[in-house]
């Protein structure tokens, strides 16, 4: 946790925010279904695919179940819990899969999420 956001983040604050996180990743898990999971799944197992490709794929998945999904809350909050939920789906499903989705989550965390994640955690400590 320190690693990426710094010394002066309480890790307790990061837990609290993962808990809220889960609960919400909970509500939206029902939601998804399992020919979404699928698709993904059957990306995954293609090797002809550049991890460019399948973080697309997975973008594009957590974009299409954002809309889908009706949510009050912000956008990329929705997309970062669609995101760890699809992860843990693709998981559960294919376990063999789970270092390359953990690693694919977490470059499409990075590249599309990573400041709102900032932002989430610099409010919090506020």
């Known amino acids: ?34 020919g979404v999971v699928n698709d993904l799944v059957r990306h995954f197992l293609n090797e002809s695919l550049s991890r460019e490709e399948i973080t697309r794929r997975m973008s594009e998945a957590v974009e299409g179940l954002a809309r889908a999904i009706p949510s009050d809350m912000e956008q990329e909050k929705a997309m970062l819990v669609l995101a760890m939920v699809l992860t843990k789906k693709i998981a559960n499903t294919m376990p063999s899969l789970f270092q390359h989705v953990f690693s694919t989550t977490v470059t499409y965390i990075s590249q599309h999420l990573h400041n709102y994640i900032l932002r989430m955690v610099s409010a919090a400590t506020q």
């Not at 010394?7 to 996180?21: G, N």
């Open 1 to 34: 946790v320190l690693a990426v956001f710094g010394p002066e983040v309480d890790e307790d604050i990061v837990r609290i925010i993962a808990a809220q996180l889960a609960a919400i990743g909970d509500q939206f898990d029902k939601e998804i279904k399992a």
